[in-house]
């Protein structure tokens, strides 16, 4: 199988998904919890369960991306030890 996409970019993708995952999580908690900063002003949210429920789905679709990601930057490493003849 050959990888999809470049090697820097499959690590990027990594490395950016990794820290969504972890912000976008705190944020869901937050949020899960009413916390006051998010859900007590005027203009914020009234149902942070709801917004709770949206910031998890991005939680979701950014795992898809880690292991999508991950998957192709391990190709790239599978293919590099073949003994692939580089050219530098």
């Known amino acids: 199988m050959k990888p999809v996409v470049g090697a820097m970019q499959a690590w990027s993708c990594v ?3 990794v820290f969504a995952i972890i912000i976008l999580s705190i944020l869901g908690g ?3 919890s009413n ?3 998010f859900v007590g002003g005027t203009d914020d949210p ?3 369960q709801a917004v709770a429920g949206t910031v998890f789905a ?3 679709v950014y795992a898809a991306f880690l292991v999508f990601c991950g998957l192709q930057g391990l190709l790239h490493l599978r293919e590099n030890r073949r ?3 580089a050219l530098s």
């Open 15 to 17: 490395v950016i998904s």
């Open 83 to 85: 003994g692939a003849i």
């Open 30 to 32: 937050l949020f899960r």
């Open 35 to 37: 916390h006051h900063e």
């Open 46 to 48: 009234k149902d942070g």
């Open 58 to 60: 991005a939680v979701i």
